[in-house]
């Protein structure tokens, strides 16, 4: 079965430092997204991106955070200056526009 | 606004039994789905089952059953014949927005279920 799959599976960052965390999404999937979940709370959407551009986003994606599709494959989340607060499971989900999807494995950022 | 609650922070239920996570929901759009996850210790949310609001049929999917109450705005998960394995957080998800084709969910704040040998 296809999967969605994310690299690194763990990062470790010092606070100001700049984090890309990447996601490969299904290939036939056209819709991508970004969630957050901080440790012990609930998942959190970030952003979602259709057509090589961003559809939505939240309150908590703000200036620091960007998304891209760099190439055919990649869905990428660019952090540009970590906080200690940005220290969460940050997981990729992709979907075909039937509704439904699937996330990865998830990301775990540590930033000291 | 759109809102998921889930009133079990923690839940507890003897193998082999049956145990209910329960979830209600409000949203004034008449069109929604609705999902539950699972979430293991190692971290990766585990899609389980899905209700889209117009259909007529509670879903099942092995021994994962939703009870959907539409009057009522619940949709309660059912584990049937608990397993050890089943220990786990559950998370309770809707889909927002007017559109069928979006994946973007919001999500309740989970039940924390224990299976007790």
């Known amino acids: 079965e296809p999967e969605v799959t994310q690299t690194p599976s763990h990062q470790v960052t010092q606070m100001g430092q700049e984090v890309i965390l990447r996601c490969v999404p299904i290939?036939?999937?056209?819709?991508f997204y970004w969630y957050r979940q901080i440790l012990g709370q609930k998942v959190e959407f970030l952003v979602s991106?259709?057509?090589?551009?961003?559809?939505?986003k939240s309150e908590i994606f703000d200036d620091q955070f960007s998304v891209e599709r760099p190439d055919g494959s990649n869905f990428t989340l660019k952090i540009r200056s970590t906080k200690l607060e940005d220290s969460a499971m940050y997981f990729c989900?992709?979907?075909?526009?039937?509704?439904?999807?699937?996330f990865g494995p998830g990301t775990r950022l540590l930033v000291l | 606004a759109q809102k998921i609650t889930q009133t079990q922070p923690g839940m507890f239920v003897q193998e082999k039994e049956a145990v209910t996570l329960d979830c209600t929901y409000d949203?004034?759009?008449?069109?929604?789905?609705l999902f539950w996850y699972k979430q293991p210790s190692s971290g990766e949310m585990i899609f389980l089952i899905y209700q889209g609001s117009y259909d007529q049929q509670n879903a099942t999917e092995g021994r994962y059953s939703l009870n959907f109450q539409k009057a009522r705005k619940s949709a309660n998960l059912v584990i049937s014949a608990s397993q050890l394995g089943d220990s786990a957080m559950y998370f309770c998800?809707?889909?927002?927005?007017?559109?069928?084709?979006?994946?973007?969910?919001?999500f309740g704040s989970g039940t924390r279920l224990l299976v007790r040998p």
């Open positions: 989900a992709s979907s075909d526009g039937a509704g439904q999807g699937h």
């Open positions: 949203t004034s759009d008449p069109s929604y789905g």
């Open positions: 290939s036939n999937h056209l819709y």
């Open positions: 998800a809707m889909r927002e927005g007017r559109s069928d084709s979006s994946y973007k969910l919001i």
């Open positions: 991106f259709y057509n090589n551009e961003i559809s939505e």
